[in-house]
């Protein structure tokens, strides 16, 4: 869904709930993320606009955009291996 576009005002796009659930699974370790990582994220990945057009859209440096990228994601890989693993073993 490349080209999306998302007016100024709105930081995280409204198909999204405001603040994920902290329900242990993935929406749980989403919401565990700070939210301009957790913006970036959901922006790249769930709508598909490029680090660009983010940055174009959240009116921040590109280098920032790629940053909070970077560690939004090392922060959510964390964050979902450290979950049990269910009964038939996988997290």
């Known amino acids: 869904m490349r080209g999306v576009r998302?007016?100024?005002?709105?930081r995280i796009p409204p198909s999204w709930?405001?603040?994920?659930?902290?329900?242990?699974?993935?929406?749980g370790a989403l919401a565990g993320i700070p939210e301009a990582q957790r913006q970036v994220l959901l922006l790249a990945y769930f709508h598909g606009l490029s680090q660009s057009e983010?940055?174009?859209r959240l009116d921040q440096p590109l280098g920032t955009v790629k940053s909070h990228a970077r560690l939004g994601l090392r922060k959510l890989r964390t964050l979902l291996r450290?979950?049990?693993?269910?009964r038939w073993?996988?997290?």
């Open 6 to 10: 998302l007016p100024r005002s709105r």
């Open 17 to 27: 709930p405001a603040r994920p659930r902290r329900d242990g699974g993935f929406s």
């Open 54 to 56: 983010i940055a174009s």
């Open 82 to 86: 450290s979950r049990p693993a269910n």
């Open 89 to 91: 073993g996988t997290r």
